[in-house]
């Protein structure tokens, strides 16, 4: 069992002495006068010495080597300096007779205040290695947490053999204990449906297991759709439901992690009590990946609807420029003609027609364009990929439940008014529907297609303006997703006022600030007032990195080379 965590060099060197640093030497080999005082007690300097690097390797490893006299030869240098005793007579220590050995080891533990591991520490060291494998699966890691949790205890460390047993056998009692948690969830339905991941679907010519483990190659309209699929599919299997709560987080994440390593098969071989924890899992995992995905697609997906209109709109803005030019440069010829007073207002007409010539005039009299909206244009060409949103945002505001703070109510409202529109198939958007979220810039499309009384073009303006908003609260985190980890609502992440009374002392005191609120703000005011004085006598100084420029505006000089910042 236990070449199967070590190599047999490992093995031999958990048993020895290691290589021993130069901290190490001065921490753990560094003799008290009380300990000279009882290492005096052993009357040969052999035994004196020999006992001695027992009592400073204790503390050090936790155990003892057999081979004392092989201890870092820096280390046993020290201690006879410290006892004044030459250092060959710790040679042929212990080698006669073994118990000499285990007999000063004994009193050594005694005096530091160390105990062999008996019943009871060794049911409290199951225990804990239990404990901590409900968190960890590594079982080096868990030979390591056990050798340092007996140190704290001061147990002296039983054989290398003997302690990965225990954490063989807390490795088992752990996939035990985690079945027993979660058996509560495996009913005969679910756990034929967690089997039946396992299992080739026709339709999909791999398994469903294998289906939601792989990922959208692109944002598109089918990658969104393909991930709603997954999403209704999880949710068919109430797997956004699933509370495994009573597994450490740990616990869940490695055994995800082992779900998508192995194949299907090797998890069809696996016994049902180690197979159904995994697969539970791996399946509350992927309802909040497949969320996320859903919800990221959404984004991308839309927003490249909205940079090729703006693509677009830069091509259009560049080609009216052009054309503004060419009709700035007609009047440059008209003007002087018009000016001339000395040619007659009858003869202007001739004059220009037959000098620029109708086809010039008639080209630029065809370009004159009507004045832009605030946002140039960019909605109106937003507009026109509206039957390419069409096709996946439905599905995403069917799948996915979206809340958001007080000031994100109106556009909540109108995602459940666009929800039912799309349930419905109706077309107009009923008269009072929120508009506070849509942005002035686009608020004279809805104002002019409103007067006309055009319903399909105030549909698609207001739709896309929602979808807009939508897409920026939810980076912004004024709308948020439930059940999600990257669209969480942020206030998760803060503590809850019961939560912040336990820990506002220890967290004032690491600032620095004083726990109550009245206190506090009185220092704060006072080093508002210190900061202000400073930074009048700077600006009055005029050469420091912030200042005041000839136009009275705040000059802040950047940290690192470039141009000042106007503030």
């Not at 001065?26 to 008290?32: A, D, K, M, Q, V």
């Not at 006309?452 to 303006?465: Q, S």
Request: with cysteine.
């Amino acid at each position: 069992m236990a070449t199967r965590v070590f190599s047999d060099e490992e093995l031999e060197g958990l048993r020895s002495f290691p290589v021993i640093g130069k901290d190490e030497l001065i921490r753990y080999f560094t003799l008290t006068a009380a300990d000279e005082a009882f290492l005096r007690k052993f009357l040969r300097p052999q035994t004196m010495l020999g006992a001695a690097v027992q009592l400073c390797t204790l503390a050090w490893l936790g155990f003892v080597p057999d081979d004392v006299p092989s201890a870092p030869p820096a280390a046993v240098a020290r201690l006879a300096r410290q006892l004044g005793l030459p250092v060959e007579v710790l040679r042929g220590y212990g080698a006669s007779r073994e118990q000499t050995r285990t007999d000063h080891l004994r009193q050594v533990a005694e005096y530091l205040g160390w105990k062999q591991p008996k019943a009871i520490e060794h049911k409290e060291l199951d225990e804990f290695l239990l404990a901590r494998a409900m968190e960890h699966d590594s079982p080096s890691l868990l030979f390591r947490l056990g050798c340092e949790y007996l140190r704290a205890a001061k147990v002296i460390r039983p054989g290398v053999v003997v302690l990965l047993g225990k954490v063989a056998s807390a490795r088992t009692a752990a996939e035990q204990e985690t079945h027993a948690r979660v058996a509560h969830l495996l009913t005969g339905e679910r756990a034929r449906g967690l089997d039946d991941l396992l299992v080739v679907d026709p339709a999909l010519r791999s398994t469903r297991l294998h289906w939601l483990g792989t990922g959208p190659v692109q944002a598109s309209p089918s990658s969104v759709g393909g991930e709603v699929e997954k999403l209704v599919f999880l949710r068919g299997l109430d797997a956004h439901a699933l509370d495994l709560s009573t597994l450490p987080a740990e616990r869940r994440r490695h055994l995800a992690q082992i779900g998508l390593r192995l194949t299907a098969q090797a998890l069809q071989r696996r016994e049902a009590n180690r197979r159904h924890p995994i697969l539970l899992t791996l399946l509350s995992q992927s309802a909040v990946d497949v969320l996320d995905s859903v919800v990221q697609l959404f984004d991308q997906t839309l927003s490249g609807s909205e940079s090729r209109a703006r693509i677009k709109l830069r091509d259009e803005l560049a080609e009216r420029a052009k054309l503004s030019e060419d009709r700035l440069a007609l009047l440059e010829e008209i003007l002087p003609v018009l000016a001339d007073a000395g040619i007659p207002d009858e003869a202007v007409g001739t004059l220009l027609r037959g000098k620029i010539g109708m086809s010039r005039l008639i080209a630029a009299n065809a370009g004159v364009t009507v004045r832009l909206p605030k946002d140039d244009g960019h909605l109106r060409l937003l507009e026109g990929s509206y039957t390419y949103i069409r096709r996946f945002a439905p599905k995403v505001l069917g799948a996915v439940r979206f809340k958001g703070g007080t000031e994100a109510q109106p556009l909540i409202e109108a995602l459940e008014i666009l929800r039912e529109l799309n349930a419905s198939g109706a077309r107009a958007v009923p008269e009072g529907a929120p508009t506070a979220f849509v942005p002035s810039r686009w608020q004279g499309y809805l104002d002019e297609a409103a007067s006309k009384g055009d319903a399909t073009a105030f549909r698609h303006y207001w739709e896309l303006c929602v979808l807009l908003a939508l897409r920026d609260g939810l980076r912004s985190g004024d709308v948020y997703v439930p059940g999600s980890r990257r669209y969480d609502n942020p206030e998760t992440y803060l503590f809850k006022p019961a939560q912040w009374e336990g820990h506002r002392a220890e967290f004032c005191r690491l600032v620095g600030k004083s726990p109550d609120a009245s206190e506090a703000l009185v220092l704060v005011m006072d080093e508002l007032d210190e900061a202000l004085a400073d930074l009048e006598t700077t600006l009055k100084a005029g050469d420091g990195p912030v200042r005041l420029n000839d136009a009275g505006e705040l000059m802040i000089s950047p940290l690192s080379g470039g141009r000042p910042v106007r503030g």
